[in-house]
Antibody
Framework: QVQLQQSGPRLLKPSETLSLTCTVS????????WGWVRQPPGKGLEWIGY???????SYSPSLRSRVTIGVDTSKNHLSLNLTSATAADTAVYYC??????????WGQGTTVTVSS | QFVVTQPPSVSGTPGQTVTISCSGG????????VCWYQHVPGTAPKLLIY???QRPSGVPDRFSGSTTGSSATLAITGLLSEDEADYYC????????????FGGGTRLTVL
């Protein structure tokens, strides 16, 4: 059974870097595609980006200049870094496994608040 | 404003059939597979349909997906109170160097 456990700071100040980790159990991080999605308060789901097992990535055009998705194969985890955070980045963040073009397994979600 | 459009809300009574539409264009639904998610606020989204009409193991056959042209539809038959949730379609868009698009979401209310 594949499980994703998210961790990371839940409160940060404007201009700081948002950093989240998603630890994978039951699957190898180097064998699948992985992604991040967020949901701002009162809004719908928003795609952030994908990491492909080839090592390549694809990102939302609106976030591309600030976002990095990576993996640590030794820890079997996926990471998300979003620089220069603003209040607009306040959201629930989810990691997920991408299989057959869809996110079939999701992390539990992490509520991140950006506030001074 | 969303490139992939869903109705903001739909409703039905227990036992009824409801459909949720997802309207896109030639660069997304017109050429790539659609998936559907169920999202109960406060929990993680759940995959209901992938590759337009495929159900993951464990998803009841009350849920079905279809596509025609640049539109997709999620149908829920035999509506249950537990189906009350937000539903999102998602599809890859080949424009702008490629991106995943979510529809704006549809709130299903079971009356």
């Amino acid at each position: 059974q594949v499980q994703l456990q998210q961790s990371g700071p839940r409160l940060l100040k404007p201009s700081e870097t948002l950093s989240l980790t998603c630890t994978v159990s039951g699957d190898s991080i180097s064998r699948s595609y992985w992604g991040w999605v967020r949901q701002p308060p009162g809004k719908g789901l928003e795609w952030i980006g994908y990491f492909y097992f080839s090592g390549s990535t694809s990102y939302s055009p609106s976030l591309r200049s600030r976002v990095t998705i990576g993996v640590d194969t030794s820890k079997n985890h996926l990471s998300l870094n979003l620089t220069s955070a603003t209040a607009a980045d306040t959201a629930v963040y989810y990691c997920g496994r991408v299989l057959l073009g869809a996110m079939d397994v999701w992390g539990q979600g992490t509520t991140v608040t950006v506030s001074s | 404003q969303f490139v992939v459009t869903q109705p903001p809300s739909v409703s039905g009574t227990p036992g009824q059939t409801v459909t949720i539409s997802c309207s896109g264009g030639s660069s997304n639904i017109g050429r790539n597979s659609v998936c559907w998610y169920q999202h109960v606020p406060g929990t993680a989204p759940k995959l209901l349909i992938y590759r337009n009409d495929q159900r993951p193991s464990g998803v009841p056959d009350r849920f079905s997906g279809s596509t025609t042209g640049s539109s997709a539809t999620l149908a829920i038959t035999g509506l249950l109170s537990e189906d009350e949730a937000d539903y999102y379609c998602a599809v890859w868009d080949d424009g702008l160097s490629g991106r995943e698009l979510f529809g704006g979401g549809t709130r299903l209310t079971v009356l």
